[in-house]
């Protein structure tokens, strides 16, 4: 098969492969930029294999730099742009089943081929366009299928999270599992437990957001996987309720991890535990439990002026983008319209602050002084009192009056 109209980005980077080419070595396109490309679709990183090693790459470009040279892999600054070189390869044997204990550089396309996870991976592309599939990856991508290279439970054993990458491209590529490639996860599922929380969320969430994530939850449930993930061990039920939802498409990761919780019934303790469990982002955590408590609100139609303002625009999305999943959402041009509504949208708006307060009222720094703030800001929300100094200032006025 030849590619004929290769994307810009392979344009670009045919100097490099030229340079090494003429050097006297081999240099190829590989990976998933070739996979995309087969399919038509938007590619990103344009990663190059080659026979030439580490020393051997330095040599021929002018700026690199050894991004990850103890594993064959040299970037090479060309152009104001950036390129992974990196040197065919074979690996021994994984006693962690994540890394190998050593590798081991060769002059072979096919040995470095074949240590790949999937026949859809292990496609690599002459500058030319012209496709080499040495493990029947073209048949794979036209049919449909994920299939390990070479015999899967050695794969697996090699690097046990690619059994993830391969439920993963299911839903990403809305592909089905080879029968040999399911059998062989579900016979290995274990050896998830070795692998990094990191690297496991990576594909998790690729799993959730890809085009048929019904599929591949399945796949995740059948093979035992989900029981070798952060505190999913008792999750199978809200699974198997995910897989009931009809046309089910969840557009971020924030709305995912809420899906999650809420049907979980999580207090906010508990969606900050799995969340933390997971290695997740404090900004993830905070929009996770909000929009998971403000899907509830939703459900039960509590939601208010207040809940708006203190929520934000972003998690009132994410909750909504949940609660029509759930078949309750309220439509978006409303959601946009109450907010939008709303006096201020953050307290930095208000027109008088501590400083105001202290200078005008003569009031002394303290927790009384954070309460009446509080309640100055609730009131302008609420509509209650006009967000003017004027006002403000004597509304505070009666508030600190109140309070002694």
Same mark, same amino acid.
């Given at each position: ?94 006693? !962690? ?42 048949? !794979? ?130 969606? $900050? ?22 899907? !509830? ?37 409303? *959601? ?5 509504? *709303?006096?201020? $949208?953050?307290?930095?708006?208000? $027109? ?31 509509? $209650? ?20």
């Amino acid at each position: 098969m030849i590619v004929t109209n290769l994307p810009a980005e392979f344009e670009e980077a045919k100097e490099v492969l030229g340079a090494i080419q003429q050097a006297g070595f081999e240099a190829y396109f590989v990976g998933g930029s070739v996979r995309d490309t087969v399919l038509k679709f938007k590619i990103h990183d344009v990663d190059i294999a080659t026979s030439a090693y580490p020393s051997e790459v330095k040599k021929i470009f002018k700026k690199t730099v050894d991004t990850g040279i103890e594993h064959g892999t040299v970037t090479v600054l060309d152009h104001g742009r950036a390129y992974e070189i990196t040197t065919f390869r074979t690996e021994s044997t994984y006693q !962690d089943f994540r890394r190998p204990d050593h590798v081991e550089f060769v002059r072979s396309l096919k040995e470095d081929l074949k240590r790949r996870d999937l026949t859809i991976n292990a496609l690599a592309m002459r500058p030319d366009g012209e496709i080499i599939d040495l493990f029947n990856g073209l048949r !794979d991508l036209k049919e449909g299928n994920i299939r390990a290279v070479g015999i899967a439970e050695e794969r697996f054993h090699e690097d046990a999270l690619r059994m993830m990458r391969a439920v993963r491209f299911a839903s990403q590529l809305d592909f089905a599992i080879e029968k040999n490639t399911l059998e062989a996860i579900r016979h290995n599922a274990h050896l998830l437990q070795n692998v990094a929380v990191e690297r496991i969320h990576v594909e998790w969430i690729k799993l959730l957001l890809g085009k048929n994530p019904k599929t591949a939850l399945k796949d995740f449930l059948v093979t035992d996987l989900y029981r070798y993930c952060p505190l999913f061990a008792d999750k199978k039920a809200i699974f198997e309720k995910i897989l009931t939802f009809e046309n089910l498409q969840i557009g971020s990761e924030d709305a995912a991890w809420t899906l999650l919780c809420y049907l979980s019934k999580f207090s906010s303790s508990a969606v $900050k535990k799995m969340l933390r469990a997971w290695k997740s982002s404090n900004d993830l955590i905070d929009n996770v439990t909000i929009a998971t408590g403000v899907v !509830d609100l939703i459900e039960r139609q509590k939601m208010n002026t207040w809940i708006y303002y203190k929520s934000g625009f972003h998690r009132l999305e994410i909750a909504n983008e949940v609660a029509t999943i759930l078949g309750f959402g309220i439509d978006y041009a409303v *959601l946009k319209e109450n907010y939008a509504a *709303l006096p201020i $949208k953050n307290k930095h708006e208000m $027109k008088i602050n501590g400083g105001i307060l202290i200078k005008s009222l003569r009031i002394k720094p303290g927790p009384q002084l954070g309460r009446v703030l509080t309640k100055i800001e609730h009131m302008v929300v609420t509509g $209650k009192i006009e967000n003017q100094t004027a006002v403000l200032l004597k509304a505070a006025k009666k508030q600190f009056e109140m309070e002694e």
